[in-house]
């Protein structure tokens, strides 16, 4: 039976709010006109979900079906609640422009001639378009969408030039890191040319201009005014800026983040942070660990609470005085201004930051953890949810939630390399922490193959706002072709490609780590096969089978046949390498505890055979939990956060193809 036939029955019996489901699900099905005119108008009067009823009646004026019905409908439901906000909106801004000097043509249209009716869709500025002349609708736009959608700051050697920019958020992004002409002692003005006059004031039922317009830095330019782009403003309006000194970049002036996240342990992030070190329009360090940040910022907001003095506050903390004043008379204080003064207070941070920049700097920040574990678990509805208690440390975190600006990207490395680099690591660091004599704490080989197939941090909610501005790029592209790649991540990130990014530094000076020699290529192709064998690379292309393909990555160990259960199990069982360095770590644990028998510690010999023993069984209890993950993954690759919505793949940075050297790797 079909879901509108369902949907009838459901009516007739008066189930309207089941009915409704039916209706949805029949408007989804893109069946007949009439039959979508019926599923909207009783989804709309019977308290449905009215965004389904919106889309539906939108869609089918555009298809041309019952015009005559839908367009009164429209503007009765949607439109007139909400005209007399649109036309005061429209009416405080014109009358604002009115006044304003830089804007150069006051013929505002009357707000009933507007080309463009705006019907408002729901509570976070979002809005349908209808162009009357053509007679349509248009797609959805969300004025205050927190996404900067393009490269505004690629050329810094003029002042800003922008077209036809509509977002509310994108307005006030540009004229928060644009910084003042005063300033830098140059003209600096942001100029927005709209090609459309018509265009552009009807977008003014939508945008709020107050704030805007008070620094005085925007410049409109309307159509063939573009031709006056830049503007000699000493000729013009008798302002001399080159007579201004250059300031210090202030605390409050950096509002934008670009957060590096980690999505698992070895996948290049170094190679990132050295490429990015030393850009003229950041502060930057080097991967820090999250908990050394979180106690700077407790540590000096501590000092600042204890000093009953500026006095008293430089003599505690060890920064710039010009940082400290501001930091100790700023009202409302935050996490956030604090860590930016503590990365502002780092020479190696600001080492090449130009205070005469046309922008302010943004805050380049890899938070690092020691190891990224993902939980897995089954929800009430049988949905896999994922869980990390690092991911919700970041989400939680008061200096994330104070940045107005975050661009978000992650690197990723194939799965199977990382893997291997990963285990190497964690050997090597137990080796190097195995000093008994000393007391030094002992560090083991954790189970790296399951944390590597659970850890699908590359899905994220797309609602989430520290990951709707973001992007994953591959470090195999960084690599093989860098400067298509970091073009690319340089204009997603809104900074300028500038010449240090060609180059791998620390603190501005060269510098190559022993993993990634700079750009040298050759970290793409190890396989590290003395770390992982293939049952386990076997086993994790299985089961990131849905990211190998999504990403661009081609199987070399997964032969594409089907796994069940029993083979499953049979791979689990092929984990001697990773068990062997599990094991061996693990003994040096169980080699504190003394074996006694009878009450008589045993001989030496016997004591490390019992300790041996008991660091394999204890390895060997890993299978149960690896088995029964295994059978959760093979119902689906279906992912949910902890809210129940859906997960859904980071979007791919796609290197600039005109600037390609190598082909792209599989």
Same mark, same amino acid.
């Given at each position: 039976m079909r879901a509108?036939?369902?949907a009838r029955?459901?009516?007739?019996?008066?189930?309207?709010q089941?009915?409704?489901?039916?209706?949805?699900?029949?408007? $989804?099905?893109?069946?007949d006109?009439?039959?979508?005119?019926?599923?909207?108008?009783?989804?709309?009067?019977?308290?449905? *979900? @009215?965004?389904?009823?919106y889309? /539906?009646f939108?869609?089918?004026?555009?298809e041309?079906?019952?015009?005559?019905d839908?367009?009164?409908?429209m503007?009765?439901?949607?439109?007139?609640?909400?005209?007399k906000?649109?036309k005061?909106?429209?009416?405080?801004?014109c009358?604002?422009?009115?006044?304003?000097?830089?804007?150069f043509?006051?013929?505002?249209?009357?707000?009933?001639?507007?080309p463009?009716?705006?019907?408002?869709?729901?509570?976070?500025?979002?809005?349908?378009?209808? @162009?009357?002349?053509?007679? $349509?609708?248009g797609?959805?736009?969300?004025f205050?969408?927190?996404?900067?959608?393009?490269?505004?700051f690629?050329?810094?050697?003029k002042?800003v030039?922008?077209r036809?920019?509509?977002s509310?958020y994108?307005?006030? #992004?540009?004229?928060? &890191?644009?910084r003042?002409?005063e300033d830098?002692g140059r003209?600096?003005?942001?100029?927005l040319?709209?090609s459309d006059?018509?265009?552009?004031?009807?977008?003014?039922q939508c945008? &709020?201009?107050?704030?805007?317009?008070?620094?005085?830095?925007?410049?409109?330019?309307?159509e063939?005014?573009?031709?006056?782009?830049?503007?000699?403003?000493?000729? !013009?309006?008798?302002?001399?800026?080159?007579g201004y000194?250059?300031?210090?970049i202030s605390?409050?002036?950096?509002?934008?983040?670009?957060?590096?996240?980690q999505?698992?342990?070895?996948?290049?992030?170094?190679?990132?942070?050295?490429?990015?070190d030393?850009?003229? &329009?950041?502060i930057?360090?080097?991967?820090?660990?999250?908990?050394?940040?979180?106690e700077?910022?407790?540590k000096v907001?501590k000092a600042?609470?204890?000093s009953?003095?500026l006095?008293?506050?430089?003599q505690?903390i060890?920064?710039?005085?010009y940082?400290?004043?501001?930091?100790?008379?700023?009202?409302?204080?935050? *996490? +956030?201004?604090?860590m930016?003064a503590i990365?502002?207070?780092?020479?190696?941070a600001m /080492?090449?930051?130009?205070?005469?920049?046309?922008?302010?700097?943004?805050?380049f920040?890899?938070?690092?953890?020691y &190891?990224?574990?993902?939980?897995?678990?089954?929800d009430?509805?049988?949905?896999?949810? =994922?869980?990390?208690?690092n991911?919700?440390?970041?989400?939680q975190s008061?200096?994330? $939630?104070n940045?107005?600006?975050?661009?978000?990207?992650t690197?990723?490395? !194939?799965?199977?390399?990382s893997?291997?680099?990963?285990?190497?690591?964690? #050997?090597?660091?137990?080796?190097?922490?195995?000093?008994? %004599?000393?007391?030094?704490?002992?560090v083991?080989v954790?189970?790296?193959?399951?944390?590597?197939?659970?850890?699908r941090?590359?899905?994220?909610?797309p609602?989430?706002r520290l990951y709707r501005d973001?992007?994953?790029i591959?470090?195999?592209?960084?690599?093989?072709?860098?400067?298509?790649?970091?073009?690319?991540?340089?204009?997603?990130?809104d900074l300028p490609?500038?010449?240090?990014?060609?180059?791998?530094?620390l603190?501005? +000076?060269?510098f190559?780590?022993?993993?990634s020699?700079?750009f040298d290529?050759a970290?793409?192709?190890?396989?590290y096969?003395e770390?992982v064998?293939?049952d386990?690379r076997?086993f994790?292309? @299985?089961f990131?089978?849905?990211? #190998?393909a999504?990403y661009?990555y081609?199987?070399?160990?997964? *032969?594409?046949?089907p796994?069940?259960?029993?083979?499953?199990?049979?791979?689990?069982?092929?984990f001697?390498t990773?068990?062997? @360095?599990?094991?061996?770590t693990?003994?040096?644990l169980? =080699?504190?505890?003394e074996v006694?028998?009878?009450?008589?510690?045993?001989?030496?010999?016997? %004591?490390?055979?019992?300790?041996?023993k008991?660091?394999?069984?204890?390895?060997?209890?890993?299978?149960?939990?690896?088995i029964?993950?295994?059978?959760i993954?093979?119902?689906?690759?279906?992912?949910?956060?902890?809210?129940g919505?859906?997960?859904?793949?980071m979007?791919?940075? +796609?290197?600039?193809?005109?600037?390609? %050297?190598?082909p792209? #790797?599989?």
């Amino acid at each position: 039976m079909r879901a509108i036939e369902i949907a009838r029955k459901l009516a007739g019996l008066g189930q309207s709010q089941e009915a409704c489901r039916a209706y949805t699900l029949s408007v $989804r099905e893109e069946g007949d006109p009439i039959e979508r005119m019926e599923a909207a108008a009783y989804i709309l009067q019977n308290g449905g *979900d @009215y965004r389904v009823s919106y889309s /539906c009646f939108t869609g089918l004026y555009n298809e041309g079906c019952f015009r005559e019905d839908i367009l009164p409908l429209m503007n009765a439901v949607f439109y007139e609640p909400n005209v007399k906000q649109l036309k005061s909106r429209y009416e405080r801004n014109c009358k604002l422009l009115g006044r304003y000097p830089y804007l150069f043509r006051k013929d505002f249209v009357p707000f009933e001639e507007l080309p463009v009716q705006f019907f408002p869709y729901d509570d976070h500025n979002g809005y349908v378009p209808f @162009y009357r002349a053509e007679g $349509r609708f248009g797609e959805f736009v969300n004025f205050g969408s927190q996404v900067v959608s393009r490269n505004f700051f690629r050329d810094l050697d003029k002042p800003v030039l922008a077209r036809d920019v509509f977002s509310q958020y994108e307005l006030e #992004y540009l004229n928060d &890191n644009v910084r003042r002409s005063e300033d830098i002692g140059r003209e600096n003005h942001i100029y927005l040319h709209y090609s459309d006059w018509g265009t552009f004031c009807s977008s003014l039922q939508c945008l &709020n201009l107050r704030q805007l317009l008070e620094s005085r830095k925007l410049v409109f330019l309307i159509e063939e005014e573009s031709e006056q782009y830049p503007i000699d403003f000493k000729a !013009r309006f008798g302002v001399d800026y080159s007579g201004y000194p250059v300031k210090p970049i202030s605390i409050r002036e950096v509002t934008r983040l670009i957060w590096h996240t980690q999505l698992s342990t070895h996948n290049g992030g170094d190679f990132f942070n050295e490429v990015f070190d030393g850009h003229p &329009n950041l502060i930057c360090l080097p991967s820090v660990m999250h908990s050394d940040i979180v106690e700077g910022i407790s540590k000096v907001k501590k000092a600042l609470d204890a000093s009953d003095s500026l006095r008293t506050a430089c003599q505690s903390i060890e920064w710039p005085p010009y940082l400290i004043e501001e930091l100790y008379h700023m009202r409302d204080r935050t *996490d +956030k201004d604090v860590m930016v003064a503590i990365f502002m207070g780092m020479e190696e941070a600001m /080492c090449c930051t130009r205070a005469d920049s046309r922008i302010a700097p943004a805050v380049f920040f890899q938070p690092h953890f020691y &190891n990224i574990v993902y939980s897995l678990r089954v929800d009430s509805a049988n949905r896999t949810v =994922l869980e990390a208690g690092n991911y919700e440390e970041i989400r939680q975190s008061p200096v994330f $939630r104070n940045f107005k600006y975050i661009k978000t990207f992650t690197p990723m490395r !194939r799965f199977t390399t990382s893997h291997g680099a990963t285990v190497k690591f964690m #050997y090597e660091q137990a080796q190097a922490a195995d000093d008994r %004599e000393k007391g030094k704490s002992k560090v083991v080989v954790s189970d790296a193959v399951m944390e590597r197939v659970l850890n699908r941090s590359f899905m994220v909610d797309p609602e989430d706002r520290l990951y709707r501005d973001g992007v994953l790029i591959r470090f195999e592209d960084a690599k093989l072709n860098p400067k298509a790649a970091f073009s690319a991540l340089a204009a997603f990130l809104d900074l300028p490609y500038t010449e240090s990014m060609t180059r791998c530094t620390l603190g501005g +000076k060269d510098f190559y780590t022993d993993t990634s020699v700079g750009f040298d290529p050759a970290a793409v192709y190890r396989t590290y096969d003395e770390y992982v064998n293939d049952d386990e690379r076997y086993f994790i292309e @299985y089961f990131l089978r849905d990211a #190998y393909a999504y990403y661009g990555y081609e199987f070399r160990y997964y *032969d594409g046949g089907p796994v069940d259960e029993a083979r499953a199990e049979e791979l689990i069982a092929g984990f001697s390498t990773i068990n062997h @360095y599990m094991e061996e770590t693990w003994i040096k644990l169980f =080699l504190d505890a003394e074996v006694s028998q009878n009450g008589k510690r045993v001989e030496a010999e016997l %004591e490390h055979a019992v300790q041996k023993k008991l660091a394999h069984d204890y390895v060997k209890q890993f299978d149960a939990n690896r088995i029964e993950s295994a059978k959760i993954l093979l119902e689906g690759l279906r992912f949910v956060n902890k809210n129940g919505q859906p997960l859904r793949m980071m979007p791919m940075l +796609k290197p600039e193809e005109t600037l390609l %050297e190598q082909p792209l #790797y599989h």
